[in-house]
Nanobody, 127 residues
């Protein structure tokens, strides 16, 4: 089993930055292939933000955040991050991290491919 715990959310003004963390634990975490960030705004479907391959660090982003968000990982701490810059009110949502244990059978942006999810952290961007 794998546990994921997000942190770093909060209330900021438009144009500000936030850095979210997702700490992973569990005996099987070392077998994770891909980690992803998703978000869900009120009354909207869960939306892909970005993903990172655990072994190589290669990243992939949704068009809506490309150039503003950066995903990274710290392998020694089993933690991934998303640095969110130039935040906009439309970025307001609960942000979730997720882990895919593989094999990779779906695209990174498909939530169905992820096996473990965190509880989420709220990000609110005021105008």
């Amino acid at each position: 089993q794998v546990q994921l715990v997000e942190s770093g959310g909060g209330l900021v003004q438009a144009g500000a930055s936030l850095r979210l963390s997702c700490a992973a634990s569990g005996r099987t975490f070392s077998t994770m292939v891909r980690m992803g960030w998703f978000r869900q705004a009120p009354e909207k479907e869960r939306e892909f933000v970005g993903a990172i391959r655990w072994s190589t660090g290669s990243t992939y982003y949704a068009d809506s955040v490309k150039g503003r968000f950066t995903i990274s990982r710290d392998k020694a701490k089993n933690t991934i991050f998303v640095q969110m810059d130039s935040l906009k009110p439309e970025d307001t949502a609960v942000y979730y991290c997720a882990a895919d244990r593989g094999p990779l059978t779906t695209l990174a942006e498909s939530s169905a491919g992820y096996d473990y999810w965190g509880q989420g952290t709220q990000v609110t961007v005021s105008s």
